[in-house]
């Protein structure tokens, strides 16, 4: 049996005789996975693109 067997079937059981500690790790499961949607990605991405690049255009390019 592996070293860790134990302790991690000791952390089964919390988990299952403690409904409050399951549902706690889930409300913080979802809300971790929710700052990582699609949404949220692009929101993330579009705020660096705003922070990075210029308000004006570049006039003094030249294009062609």
Do not use: C, F, I, N
């Not at 499961?29 to 579009?46: F, I, W």
């Amino acid at each position: 049996m592996p070293p860790a067997a134990p302790v991690m079937a000791e952390a089964m059981v919390r988990l299952l005789t403690d409904p409050a500690r399951r549902q706690g790790m889930a409300a913080a499961a979802r809300a971790k996975a929710a700052a990582y949607s699609a949404g949220a990605m692009a929101g993330r991405l579009a705020a660096a693109y705003r922070r990075l690049l210029p308000a004006e255009p570049a006039s003094h390019l030249q294009v062609g």
